[in-house]
């Protein structure tokens, strides 16, 4: 997958980071180690701006890019706060506070965020601001809130915002989103049930609490069932009873206590209507009163169209297009990134943790290996939205996805092209990449070279260049093939399938040898550490190389199987 070279390379570093924060879980607004912890790396890092005490105890970090002609700001958002719960994994790094964990992965996404900060410290390949925002109090504070009523948006000038969240079984490398409502709103409610109590031998002169209770219970699931249009979304959760101490003693009052999610405002309301209704009569039904209070928690969060698309764009950059769900089913638990949504377009997407426990369970923990993938989708997200005028490398991008996977069933021997009577266009579109290819399957690459952004490419100039691709005969040369430069589809025009979706990154210096290909339009054989390289590693061998196409340029490359090379 190619996940950025150079954050891969600081995986084992922000595993460290992950694994400290882990160590030391903080609850709600009381993360001051973990808030001075960021700050300290931040600064570190050589940040412009770090502001600490937003919304209490967050933390913002303020990037700027090395090119100054815009002035617009992109937020990435990572939670900070664990869970009141007690530990069970013996991990080397486990929870040394009793009582305290990270059970919902906050302890990730810190890192995560961190370790783009330090990759966009250092490169700052970007036009504008990024603005790091960690948040306290996500796990039931609403911390997010603060930070806005702050006035976060307006004194760091965000222009819209991103966060994301691990999901358990949710494959590892990949990425869900959609637009609309992505997460519930959640609201909670407390029903008191005053009746009369008694002897338990004597039920007919009581008024059995317990009885009332029992059947409000079961009467507010018709409110599901029979309320809500069975094509929205909607649940209510009685999570606690309480009534009583006696085995004989009938109880005077009971209490009910639960949640209610919703995904719009409508259902929301209705949903709080028909409870307190519900409620309310049951009990008179059995001579009890009823009473019912609400507690309203965070609401939906939803994502804005347009920021949506983008997000998975980028995401689909990082780990390919068939690894991103685009119109993933909402989650009915609650987000308070929700805040910043309401007041800042954005979008929220979901990032897979692999097989693990679930989310505020005692033996989770959250999947370092997610750490490449986060990292790279908000160092991308921040290269793609803000581009540098003088330095698009990463806002390049790699289209038309012309290789049939029929190339790696041709029969090589015979020399036909497995493609030849396919017309070009084509060719540009929808072909699945093939894992490897063949010794001596030889590959035409067109690279259109325009100059800026937004540069019409069809009208570009066109480079060809001859590749082989095989055993390179005991020369032991590590082949370049053509650069995958990443970016903004809508910058470089175009309708075709993206072929650097899915294709890995490559060991550093390949540059050098991609471009005495390009100069020199000569064949080369290739090899990696002795083995046959594969077409993704092919095109992705340059793909850091700002110096391969020069400064100021776009790019666009095709490719397509012409046959049988000879040796």
Excluded at 64 to 71: D, F, L, P, Q
Excluded at 179 to 184: D, F, K, L
Aim: charged share 25%; glycine share 12%; net charge negative.
């Amino acid at each position: 997958m190619p996940v950025i070279d150079r954050i891969a390379d600081l995986s084992e570093e922000i595993t460290a980071w992950r694994h400290d924060l882990h160590a030391h879980p903080e609850l709600q607004y009381d993360v001051h180690r973990t808030a001075g912890f960021v700050a300290d790396k931040l600064r570190a890092f050589g940040c412009d701006e770090v502001v600490t005490g937003i919304g209490r105890t967050g933390v913002v970090g303020v990037i700027r890019g090395r090119a100054h002609g815009s002035n617009r700001a992109i937020g990435l958002r990572a939670d900070m706060d664990a869970l009141p719960i007690q530990e069970i994994r013996d991990l080397p790094y486990r929870s040394i506070a009793p009582g305290k964990m990270h059970a919902c992965g906050h302890d990730g996404h810190t890192a995560m965020l961190l370790g783009a900060a330090k990759y966009l410290a250092e490169t700052r390949d970007f036009d504008g601001r990024a603005v790091l925002i960690f948040q306290p109090a996500e796990e039931g504070g609403g911390g997010g809130e603060a930070m806005v009523q702050d006035g976060m948006m307006e004194r760091f000038g965000v222009e819209s915002v991103y966060g994301l969240h691990n999901v358990p079984g949710q494959p590892l490398g990949t990425f869900a989103i959609r637009p609309g409502p992505i997460m519930a709103s959640t609201d909670r409610f407390t029903i008191w049930i005053e009746g009369r109590g008694g002897h338990a031998a004597l039920p007919q002169a009581a008024v059995d609490t317990v009885l009332v209770g029992s059947h409000i219970v079961v009467a507010l699931q018709s409110i599901v069932a029979r309320n809500i249009d069975p094509l929205d979304s909607a649940v209510v959760s009685v999570c606690a009873v309480e009534a009583g101490e006696a085995f004989n003693v009938l109880p005077q009052m009971a209490e009910l206590r639960g949640t209610m999610r919703a995904l719009t405002p409508a259902v929301r309301d209705l949903m709080r209507e028909r409870l307190a209704a519900i409620a309310e009569n049951v009990a008179i039904a059995f001579g009890a009163r009823a009473n019912v209070d609400f507690a309203s928690g965070y609401p939906a969060t939803e994502n804005h169209p347009a920021e949506t698309d983008f997000m998975a764009d980028v995401a689909a950059l990082v780990v390919g297009e068939d690894r991103v769900e685009r119109d993933v089913a909402p989650m009915m638990a609650a987000e308070d990134f929700s805040y910043m949504l309401a007041h800042r377009p954005g979008a929220y997407i979901f990032i897979g943790n692999g097989p693990s426990a679930g989310l505020h369970h005692p033996e989770y923990d959250f999947n370092d290996a997610a750490i490449p993938y986060g990292a790279s989708l908000w160092a991308r997200i921040i290269e793609t939205g803000l581009p540098a005028q003088d330095q698009p490398a990463h806002e390049r991008q790699v289209l038309g996805s012309s290789i049939q996977r029929g190339c790696d069933g041709a029969d090589a021997s015979s020399g036909m092209d497995p493609l030849q009577e396919r017309p070009d266009r084509d060719l540009q579109r929808g072909a699945a990449i093939p894992d490897s290819l063949g010794t001596g399957a030889h590959f035409v690459g067109t690279l259109l070279v325009g100059s800026g952004r937004g540069a019409d490419l069809r009208d570009a100039q066109r480079h060809r260049a001859g590749i082989r691709c095989g055993p390179c005969n005991g020369t032991g040369d590590l082949v370049a093939g053509l650069p995958l430069l990443l970016g903004r589809r809508r910058n470089l025009g175009g309708d075709e399938a993206e072929l650097g979706d899915r294709l890995p990154d490559l060991a550093d210096g390949t540059a050098r040898a991609a471009r005495r290909l390009l100069d020199r339009r000569d064949r080369c054989a290739s090899a990696v550490a002795g083995r046959p390289l594969t077409l993704p590693q092919l095109v992705e061998v340059a793909a850091n190389s700002s110096a391969l196409l020069g400064r100021g340029r776009a790019s666009r490359l095709s490719i397509r199987p012409t046959g049988r090379s000879k040796p």
